[in-house]
């Protein structure tokens, strides 16, 4: 078999293009969503992931502002501006680009932000509501990934779905919202026995190892959907994923590419979230 390619990057352009005409309404309305985007420090990585989602905002007419803070601001100073923009009427969503510096603690800044404006979907009353299946932002990449799916009507019901990475960007909740959809899901990770034996097994094969072409044909399924989600750098300079793309997808009945593939639709996902911050949906009172 030799799969068929889930093309993120052309399903985003065609969301993006939806989104176009929705934010012109909301306008109309008098209402412009607002993204407010956080970088602390000089990391080349989170600049250029912050300079893709600043782009993909103005196409679809989002307007979004980038405050760019020093290495050494103090956790204090972003706490405290967190909270200035969680009182700004203008601002709907809030993004605080990861990794922080080391005297910065993740937790207290996703904790911060408030509910209604969590459009990473990171804080835990964001997460918990995932958990129970409520309403909510939903993490980009993992809601990126279903809607991948659901792009091309696969079934997720009854599939056995096993997720390789159990970070909580990534790993952890796209097992949940795939057990959501009634998959029947497993989580392996570096400590994991027999990654390749139950690899093997799945209908569903999720990557996010960022390990460049750590998962071969022998870890896929014939006729497994593969999602990779890995974004690796080579020495060449060039991106690549965690999946040996060349030869799974010819075992694969679906993959996903890198580049264009899960990559483009973190961002999209992020700008409807954004939509839908500024909606004021997902509302949690106080
Ligand atoms: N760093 C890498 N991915 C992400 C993401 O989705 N959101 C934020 N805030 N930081 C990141």
Known sequence: MTAEIINGKELSTELKLEMKEEVEKLKELGLTPHLTVVLVGENPASKSYVKGKEKAAAETGISSSLIELSASTSEAELLQLIQELNEDKTVHGILVQLPLPEQIREEKVIETIHPNKDVDGFHPISIGKMMTGEDTFLPCTPYGIITMLKSKDIE?????????????????????LLLNENATVTYCHSRTK?????????????????????????????????????????????LTGDVDFENAKEKASYI???????GPMTITMLLKNTIKAAKGLSKIEG
């Open 256 to 262: 996903t590419p890198v580049p264009r593939g899960v």
């Open 194 to 238: 027999n990654l390749q034996e139950i690899a093997s097994n799945a209908d569903i094969l999720i990557a996010a190892i960022g390990r460049a072409h750590a998962i071969t044909a022998e870890y896929v399924k014939e006729g497994a959907v593969v999602i990779d989600v890995g974004i690796n750098r080579l020495e060449n300079g060039s």
């Open 156 to 176: 997720i019901e009854g599939k056995h779905a096993v997720i390789i990475g159990r970070s909580n960007i990534v790993g952890k909740p796209i097992g949940q």
